[in-house]
């Protein structure tokens, strides 16, 4: 199986439509990349929740997840749900970013997300990371869109049981939910590392991927 280590992996963006995603779709993905290179650089970008409690639940638990990084958010005001009627806005933000940083990689959501909000982002971020290996995280819900992934993070049982930890205690506001809790996100992290034969992992779409095989 062909892997992709973290040596020269020093820059890592990752974005997200509201509070919780990034830590959904890739957090145990950014508490391996952490503890394995203490001090990359990490920015995030969320594009709705700003000025709330979400926005507070996002900063503690991205802290959390990204332990020894230099970790620099930003969280927007624009509308959840909305996403697609504020274009303009989420473009100029996913620029705005690309200005300021230059990564190794991208974490955003799946093209094919059924949530318009992940789907208008993942769709964003090509147009500004051009040159970029993106991988596209998956976010279990009731939509059922989940689909054959084409990249994998292995999780050790303690990243995956971690990662499930932080989800539970960072996000109170999402315990209402019905998808929102331990068996979901253990059962597809389990079924994902069925997958990529590891015990557990998490699962990323790969739209383009440039390979350097003559080195």
């Known amino acids: ?24 779709g890739a957090g145990g993905t950014l508490l391996a990349m952490c503890l394995a290179r203490p001090g990359i650089r990490i920015d995030a970008l969320v594009l709705s929740g700003g000025g709330t409690e979400r926005e507070q ?27 697609p009627v504020h274009w303009d806005e989420a473009k100029a ?14 974490l955003a959501p799946r093209t094919d997300d059924a949530h318009q909000d992940h789907r208008g982002l993942a769709q964003l ?9 993106v991988l596209g995280y998956e976010i279990v819900k009731w939509d059922g869109d989940l689909g054959r992934m084409a990249a994998y993070q292995p999780l050790s049982p303690e990243i995956a049981e971690q990662k499930v930890r932080l989800l539970e205690e960072h996000y109170p ?16 992290a389990r079924i994902r590392g069925i997958e ?17 095989l003559g080195e």
């Open 93 to 106: 933000a996913i620029e705005e970013l690309r200005a300021r940083s230059d990564p190794d990689l991208v």
């Open 57 to 83: 639940e996002e900063r503690a638990a991205l802290a959390a997840f990204c332990p020894g990084a230099e970790l620099h958010l930003t969280v927007l005001k624009l509308p959840d749900g909305r996403m």
């Open 196 to 212: 990529c034969n590891a015990r557990y992992a998490e699962a990323f779409a790969v739209t383009k991927l440039t390979l350097n």
């Open 125 to 133: 971020v090509p147009t500004a990371f051009r040159d970029h290996l």
């Open 173 to 188: 506001s999402q315990h209402r939910r019905a998808w929102y809790d331990r068996e979901a996100f253990l059962g597809l």
């Open 1 to 24: 199986m062909i892997r992709l280590g973290t040596r020269g992996l020093d820059r890592v963006v990752a974005v997200g439509a509201h509070c919780d995603d990034i830590a959904i």
